[in-house]
T-cell receptor
Framework: AQTVTQSQPEMSVQEAETVTLSCTYDTSESDYYLFWYKQPPSRQMILVIRQEAYKQQNATENRFSVNFQKAAKSFSLKISDSQLGDAAMYFCAYRSALLYGNKLVFGAGTILRVKS | GAVVSQHPSRVICKSGTSVKIECRSLDFQATTMFWYRQFPKQSLMLMATSNEGSKATYEQGVEKDKFLINHASLTLSTLTVTSAHPEDSSFYIC????????????FGDGTRLSIL
């Protein structure tokens, strides 16, 4: 079974600075998706960024980018120019691309605090 | 973008009451729906996966008779917490996906259930 590990329970960053959240995963599959979700205090789940395993290029979405290392099974999220609104819990997630109806496997989450 | 509507957003009721939570996909056909439970500052725990017209598949440790899931149409799934007790108090989130292994998964805004 696949597992996702987020080793940082909490992280802090100064406003306008850059922070990197770590994520590693374990799988024997070659075709899959990786995601970062943001959950602010409202508890709404917001998709931040998505990476397809067959794509070597790292995904980027404005201030958010990932460092996808397939061989190392690592998928870190970099947030540049951090803003107060970035404060939230961040979840890394894995999903197989091989099976229909397959489920998301979530990491334990990282609480990000942004200091003004 | 695709929207998943979840109602109610907040429920407070007495012990022994049965509570129904609805999850609707508003602009796409949700072939598969997922129900999660989340405790404060913890990750999402998958309770069950349901495919339209089929019985739900429950994760290990989830009581089928306690958490009844119905997915009778391509736009509606319901979770009924039967004879709820204080230990059932939690945040419940639904999620829905359309047809195909590469379709995205969309989340509802969650339901905060409090059993007195």
């Amino acid at each position: 079974a696949q597992t996702v590990t987020q080793s940082q329970p909490e992280m802090s960053v100064q406003e306008a600075e850059t922070v990197t959240l770590s994520c590693t995963y374990d799988t024997s599959e070659s075709d899959y998706y990786l995601f970062w979700y943001k959950q602010p205090p409202s508890r709404q789940m917001i998709l931040v960024i998505r990476q397809e395993a067959y794509k070597q290029q790292n995904a980027t979405e404005n201030r958010f980018s990932v460092n996808f290392q397939k061989a190392a099974k690592s998928f870190s999220l970099k947030i540049s120019d951090s803003q107060l609104g970035d404060a939230a819990m961040y979840f890394c997630a894995y999903r197989s691309a091989l099976l229909y109806g397959n489920k998301l496997v979530f990491g334990a989450g990282t609480i990000l605090r942004v200091k003004s | 973008g695709a929207v998943v509507s979840q109602h109610p957003s907040r429920v407070i009721c007495k012990s022994g009451t049965s509570v129904k939570i609805e999850c609707r996909s508003l602009d796409f056909q949700a072939t598969t729906m997922f129900w999660y439970r989340q405790f404060p500052k913890q990750s999402l725990m998958l309770m069950a996966t349901s495919n339209e017209g089929s019985k739900a598949t429950y994760e290990q440790g989830v009581e089928k008779d306690k958490f009844l899931i119905n997915h009778a149409s391509l736009t509606l799934s319901t979770l009924t917490v039967t004879s709820a007790h204080p230990e059932d108090s939690s945040f419940y989130i639904c999620s829905a996906r359309g047809t195909g292994p590469r379709t995205p998964q969309h989340f509802g805004d969650g339901t905060r259930l409090s059993i007195l």
